[in-house]
């Protein structure tokens, strides 16, 4: 799987947030959608130390949690199946009578879909020991990634950041592993903000704080929760409309799910003058394009 990943193109490109005749800050974007078609964006650096250390341990296999669209849970099944491990795959909620077109793809990929009462869901996640006894073969990755190895994973995401170029750094965050792995690896020049995709999500910096080490606990952690558009997979035609007409602008698609929602965060806060005159600031395009596939047909111009 590795072999296929391509670092290489995760280039960094200028955008125009919002048509503006003089804009007083620049904005660019790091593509890391264009790593590789399925293990898009963060996901292959949130699994990567998940992976070694399976391989290493030579488990049978990996497990891990998600929901319908998730895109960890995709990411597992291919890298699963690269690897020669088995992947199962704890899926929230009863099986529907269709599958999602991420849930199809997944289980195609060969990992064993395993759906679970929202109840029965929450206390397996939260039973590791119980888990490693009832899969004494697998390693078990937390949803999303989740966890201190997920953190280290995301935090050579910085790697592929120019140094004391930005004064802001921009991402969304599920369940914040991403930003906690770039607060691990920033330097004290740049600030960070995460774009959460869920609504009401309160525990998020307290989620963020606990994958930081000690050195880290000083660092701030920014959060603008006005970005949910209704909540996690929710959307409006707003949201819709301005995905579109960012892809226009700048040829860069995004995701409802993620990338959109931070586009448009970015966007929102640069014409409300939110960033000081020169700003340089960077928004990671996490990928998840594959969540589009839920959408009505059309409904996208790409
Ligand atoms: C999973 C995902 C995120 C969220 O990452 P977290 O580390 O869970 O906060 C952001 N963007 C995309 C495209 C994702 O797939």
């Known amino acids: 799987m590795y072999n296929e990943i391509s670092l290489q193109n995760s280039i960094i490109q200028p955008v125009i947030p919002h048509l503006r005749d003089s804009p007083a800050v620049e904005c660019e974007v790091l593509r890391l959608d264009l790593i590789h078609p399925v293990i898009s964006g963060n996901k292959f650096f949130k699994l990567r130390f998940y992976l070694e250390k399976a391989l290493q341990e030579k488990r049978k296999g990996i497990l891990t949690f998600g929901g319908a669209y998730s895109n960890h849970i995709l990411a597992t099944a291919y890298t699963g199946k690269k690897e020669g491990l088995q992947s199962i795959g704890i899926i929230r909620g009863e099986r529907p009578a269709l599958l999602s077109p991420t849930l199809q793809d997944a289980q195609e ?5 395993v759906f679970t009462e929202r109840d029965i869901f929450q206390k397996m996640k939260n039973d590791q020991a119980g888990l490693e006894t009832d899969f004494p073969d697998f390693t078990i990755v937390p949803e999303g990634g989740y966890g201190i190895p997920g953190m280290l994973g995301a935090s050579t995401i910085y790697d592929l950041i120019p140094k004391s170029r930005y004064n802001w750094i921009l991402c ?6 991403m930003m906690a792995g770039l607060l691990h690896a920033s330097s004290s020049e740049e600030k960070l903000m995460g774009i959460p995709v869920l609504k009401g999500y309160s525990n998020m910096e307290k989620e963020i704080r606990s ?39 700048n040829g860069i698609p995004t995701d409802f799910i993620y990338t959109g929602k931070l586009m448009f965060a970015l966007s929102d806060l640069v014409q409300k003058g939110f960033f000081s005159h020169g700003s340089r600031i960077l928004a990671i395009h996490s990928g998840g394009l594959q969540g589009n596939r839920s959408l009505k047909k059309g409904i996208l111009a790409f």
């Not at 990929?109 to 879909?113: E, R, S």
């Not at 969304?172 to 592993?177: D, E, F, I, R, Y």
């Not at 050195?215 to 301005?242: C, P, R, S, V």
């Open 211 to 249: 994958l930081l080490p000690p050195e880290d606990q000083t660092k701030n952690i920014i959060l603008d929760h006005t970005y949910h558009f209704g909540g996690y997979a929710q959307k409006t035609m707003e949201l819709i409309h301005f995905m579109n007409s960012f892809y226009q602008s």
């Open 172 to 177: 969304a965050c599920g369940t914040g592993t």
């Open 109 to 113: 990929l060969g990992m064993k879909l």
